[in-house]
């Protein structure tokens, strides 16, 4: 059972419309890294989820989003007051290009948001900031806690960013207000998610079965280059991951020599 608790979980405060940012901020409310996608993301994975903290800890957070995506409708519904919705209004019944006569601003917030003002009615649709309709298939979860934490911590870092990203372009003072409360609060459950994997007992690699060890830690050079002369960059890559691993890494020079072994049981 949800009960509707009418109080905001943030006072949401926007300075002044603006249907073009409305038009950018529908990304965290209908796009790939937006609040749907990760009340979903969290509510799904929580009723498969056996383990009594970890299902507690999604339910909360997916209920936060939730929360979240009521923040980003009432901020998208402040920005769309005055939005094309109501030009539309204005200019009906008259010849069109008049808004071309010293309106030009107008005539681009109407041109570029006709699409979600014919079917929104100036309000926010499930959709991306580019109008794509939202998609369960935004949501990756493999039904694995080691795997599925570490998708969630990426999806809560792309959602950091795009608030990030947003808040760069905001020049809205009440808006860079709420997008910042909502952008700290993905860094939290980035960090209840690295916590959760941190709990587990073992989480590398993800699943029951442990693999070829000697696979597991080889680096395979790909690339060779021929009729160069001097140093090459061929091993950078395994510079990179042996200085930088807890596992440590064997150089494979010749991956296609694998090819040539018996298959192993
Ligand atoms: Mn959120
Ligand atoms: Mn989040």
């Known amino acids: 059972m949800f009960l509707h608790n009418k109080r905001m979980m943030y006072t949401v405060r926007v300075d002044a419309p603006n249907p073009m940012f409305a038009k950018m901020l529908l990304e965290q409310f209908g796009g790939p890294n937006g609040e749907l996608a990760a009340a979903m993301r969290y509510f799904t994975q929580g009723w498969n989820e056996p383990d009594a903290q970890r299902r507690s800890m999604l339910l909360d957070i997916a209920t936060e989003e939730l929360s979240h995506l009521e923040m980003v409708a009432q901020s998208l519904h402040l920005l769309l007051k005055g939005s094309p ?75 950091k960013i795009t608030y990030e990203r947003l808040t760069k372009v905001c020049d809205d003072a009440g808006l860079k207000d709420t997008l910042n409360f909502l952008m700290s609060r993905e860094v939290a459950h980035q960090k209840m998610f690295e916590a959760a994997l941190d709990s587990l007992a073992s989480n590398f690699p993800p699943g029951t079965l442990a693999g070829d060890e000697a696979l597991n830690h080889a680096y395979f050079q790909d690339a060779a280059s021929y009729g160069t002369e001097g140093a090459t960059d061929e091993a950078a890559g395994f510079d990179l991951v042996q200085q930088n691993s807890q596992w440590g890494f064997e150089l494979d020079q010749n991956p296609a020599a694998h090819a040539a072994q018996e298959p192993t049981p």
């Open 85 to 159: 919705a109501e030009l539309v209004d204005q200019v009906e019944g008259n010849y069109l290009g008049d808004l071309l006569n010293g309106k030009m601003p107008d005539y681009v917030n109407l041109s570029l948001n006709s699409g979600p003002n014919l079917l929104g009615g100036g309000g926010p649709r499930l959709t991306d900031s580019m109008g794509a309709p939202w998609t369960a298939a935004y949501i990756d979860t493999i039904g694995q806690p080691a795997a599925d934490l570490r998708s969630n911590i990426a999806a809560e870092a792309r959602a």
